[in-house]
């Protein structure tokens, strides 16, 4: 495990080997300023060589894979970006540039999102101009990520393209066992693993690969466990693995397939919702999504975004979620509008072009897709007793997944009856399930925080037992604790005490023996 790509001149400068930048006291201040700016540590970034090298932690196997280089269809780097710093922007085209086979690298494309910050005009003109193979294509006005790439395809010229966000760094051999895999079948969309980049300090964290892409009933992409049926199914470590949904940001698409199978939906406006777009349409409509595991390129995963929405966050975003489950998810788009209830009659669009184009392709239905391609999602079926928010009448706070997934801790924020984050779901297998995971306490210290973890259905730390009736308290059944309000942003178990931070009531119960099925 190797410093790769560069050699081992300068492994002392900052950055290099994928290590983090700590920012001194001194600049803590400047540091924070350019935090704001693009929501993560800029004046890191701006400490870090474009070409600084990092781990290739690669299982041996990859390592040792021989690719016919000459036979692999050459690719278009696809880069978009709405006001990007410019050394993230940078070290995306460095690490490309870098780390490409020469003879599979047609060209970069940068498309402008019509950015406002002054060095993103002549002095990246200037810049790149000395750069063969990177071009800029320039947005006339605020397009977002969806068309910006459709006008970066629409100059490409090779037979495949790779779009990748504008704060990655590709890492060693990245680029061959994509263009591989849409070699053998041109069907199959490619994404390489996806390797952290600190949005703190630009540490580069090698991912383990055993997460693939999955949703849950809000339509948030959500990583989820490798199942065991899966790992059986491929026959070596360096096998692609078939993935329900990709992240989005980082794949490789064979261009005529992209265009046979409808590019994407251009009625979808600056982010979001995309990526499960296209995922559906991918496995609905007879082609494959993979995940491949010797293809390793770093992305900076932030926790807000940094650019405006001139639309509105929650009105774009919904909009652009409404047209993915009315165009794929035929009867089963009411788990969303459940969660959802206020987006019922809420306008979205025109979606004909898309649903003739459903039916041109002869797509299956969405039934099938969750029967085949993601068989152990959570269905909030027949089992439920209890559902809706979920209430602590004393504060006036209702449990909140805080938009986070698996393993982050249970939150509770002011009740605001639009579900969402607040939609929870009281089983008959005594589980308490939000974002599609269950509340889990595997502490044996009372006072300390709930998580979320995926459901197993064995009862033990995930079991709950709560009625309506009487005192409404949540007790954890393993420890004979209860969940309480606590006085920070997630709840905590405690002794049972009776007290008004203890008492708990869902919006909604049904009679366990007329378990309803939605
Ligand atoms: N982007 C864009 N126009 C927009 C919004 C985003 O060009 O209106 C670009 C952004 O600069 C980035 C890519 O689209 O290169 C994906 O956006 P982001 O990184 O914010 O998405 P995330 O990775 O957080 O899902
Ligand atoms: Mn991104």
């Known amino acids: ?43 890191a970034s701006d400490r870090i060589s474009l070409h600084r090298s990092l781990p290739d932690a690669r299982i041996l196997e990859c390592s040792s894979l021989k690719y016919p280089i000459h036979k692999l269809p050459q690719t278009s ?10 050394s993230t922007l940078l070290r995306t085209v460095h690490s490309v540039l870098d780390r490409s086979p020469p003879e599979l690298l047609r060209e970069i494309i940068l498309v402008d999102d019509s950015s406002d910050h002054e060095e993103l005009h002549s002095t990246l003109e200037k810049y790149v101009a000395k750069l063969s193979k990177v071009k800029i294509v ?34 060693v051999g990245w680029l061959e066992p994509l263009l591989y895999r849409i070699m053998q079948n041109r069907t199959i969309v490619v994404c390489p693993e996806i390797d952290v980049i600190s949005d703190e300090t ?31 199914r491929r026959a070596a470590r360096t096998d692609g693995i078939r993935s329900p949904t990709m992240a989005g940001g980082l794949f490789t698409i064979h261009s005529q397939y992209f265009k046979d199978i409808g590019l994407y939906d251009k009625q979808m406006e600056i982010w979001g919702g995309e990526n499960l777009e296209l995922s559906f349409r991918i496995w609905q409509c007879g082609g494959q999504l993979e995940i491949i595991p010797c293809s390793h390129v770093g992305h900076v995963f932030r926790k807000s975004q940094p650019y405006s929405f001139p639309k509105g966050t929650g009105e774009t975003l919904s909009k652009n979620l409404q047209r993915v ?39 299956k239905n969405f039934d099938w897709y969750i029967k085949n391609v993601v068989p152990e999602i959570f269905l909030p079926n027949s089992s439920i007793i209890a559902r809706g928010e979920l209430r602590n009448p004393a504060s006036g706070d209702c449990i909140d997944s805080l938009g986070a997934g698996e393993h982050a801790y249970i939150g509770i924020y002011k009740c605001h009856k639009q579900m969402g984050n607040q939609y929870l779901v009281y089983t008959k297998n005594e589980e308490i399930i939000v974002d599609d995971n269950c509340f889990d306490y595997a502490n044996s210290q009372p006072s300390s925080k709930v998580k979320m973890l995926d459901c197993h259905s064995m009862k033990g730390n995930q079991q709950w037992l709560h009625t309506k009736v009487g005192i409404s ?13 606590g006085k920070e942003q997630f709840v905590v178990l405690n002794p049972c005490n009776n007290g008004p931070s203890q008492k708990w009531l ?11 099925q939605i």
């Open 1 to 43: 495990m190797g410093a790769a790509g560069q050699g081992l001149f300068g492994l002392s400068e900052p950055g290099e080997n994928g290590r983090g930048v700590i920012v001194p006291p001194e600049y803590q201040e400047e540091s924070r300023k350019l935090f704001q700016r693009n929501r993560f540590n800029q004046w």
């Open 77 to 86: 780097v696809i880069i978009v970006f709405h006001n990007e710093a410019w």
């Open 138 to 171: 320039r947005n006339k006005a605020r397009e977002g990520l969806i068309r910006s790439r459709l006008n970066g395809f629409a100059h490409a010229t090779s037979p495949t393209v790779t779009f990748l966000d504008a704060h990655c760094e590709a890492n």
């Open 202 to 232: 630009f540490e580069y964290t090698y991912s383990s690969g055993n997460v693939r892409g999955s949703f849950n009933w809000n339509l948030n992409f959500r990583w989820k466990a490798v199942p065991e049926y899966e790992n059986k």
């Open 325 to 363: 489950a009315e165009v794929w998810m035929d009867g089963y788009k009411r788990y969303f509008y459940k969660r959802q209830p206020h987006l019922k009659g809420h306008p979205f669009g025109d979606i004909s072009k898309r649903l003739e184009l459903r039916k041109k392709l002869k797509c």
């Open 473 to 485: 308290h949540m007790r954890h059944a393993p420890t004979g604790w209860c969940l309480d309000r």
């Open 506 to 516: 869902f919006s909604e119960y049904v009679e366990r023996d007329k378990a309803p």
